[in-house]
């Protein structure tokens, strides 16, 4: 059974630049989410997605976006990225649009410099 | 809305000491509640997760939690604190998602 791992391990990019993160979500699980924690504070939930569609967002501006593939693997899209945006993005996975528990991938960190 | 709260940003015990870090909640509905461990520079670990079962629930590496519905509590106890436990810990509770506390780190001297 493979775990939850992300790509790339860093990033970094130039404001107003695009990024796309990667995620594979752990064997046998179909929703994916994506979490923003800046420095010194706790993860903040950016979206979910369940069996390719989105179910449910947080408080981030369209320029965040994603996609979930029919392997349930996903992407994070970051348009016009601001120098705020530099962040762990943290990738989980779960079994069920309600799935109780999320398995966490060791992140990526973007620098936007 | 739910809500965790995690009581000091900063914890420090000796090696050996008990560990205690305090997480209230806030939910109209009985809530999921979890901690996550967070180690340098890398992802978040599940410890436990309360799910409506026993009050008392047991995690890895000797980590356990007291769900106190009169408390809105849930706080992450350890008896012996062991160097290697050193690392963010996060209380969360789940509702349509996640939603984390700001952290508590802790140390540990020996």
């Known amino acids: 059974e493979t775990g939850v791992t992300q790509s790339p391990t860093h990033l970094i990019k130039t404001r107003g630049q695009q990024v796309t993160l990667r995620c594979s979500s752990q064997?046998?699980?179909?929703?994916v989410s994506w979490y923003q924690q800046a420095l010194g504070q706790g993860p903040q939930f950016i979206f979910q997605?369940?069996?390719?569609?989105?179910?449910g967002r947080g408080n981030f501006p369209p320029r965040f976006s994603g996609l979930q593939f029919p392997n349930y693997s996903s992407e994070l899209n970051v348009n016009a990225l601001e120098l705020d945006d530099s962040a762990l993005y943290l990738c989980?996975?779960?079994?069920?649009?309600?799935?109780?528990?999320?398995?966490f991938g060791q992140g990526t960190r973007l620098t936007v410099v | 809305a739910q809500s965790v709260t995690q009581l000091g940003s900063h914890v420090s015990v000796s090696e050996g000491a008990l560990v205690l870090l305090r997480c209230n909640y806030s939910?109209?509905?009985?809530?999921?509640l979890f901690w996550y461990v967070q180690y340098p520079n890398q992802g978040l670990q599940l410890l436990l997760k309360?799910?409506?079962?026993?009050?008392l629930v047991k995690g890895i590496n000797g980590f356990e939690a007291e769900f106190k519905k009169s408390e809105t509590s849930f706080h992450l106890t350890k008896p012996s604190a062991h160097m290697s436990d050193a690392a963010e810990y996060f209380c969360?509770?789940?509702?349509?998602?996640?939603?984390f506390g700001t952290g508590t780190r802790l140390q540990v001297f020996p």
């Open positions: 064997s046998g699980h179909n929703t």
């Open positions: 997605y369940y069996r390719e569609e989105e179910n």
């Open positions: 309360y799910t409506s079962a026993a009050t």
């Open positions: 939910s109209s509905v009985p809530p999921y």
């Open positions: 989980a996975s779960s079994l069920g649009r309600d799935g109780t528990e999320a398995f």
């Open positions: 969360a509770v789940k509702g349509d998602k996640l939603i």
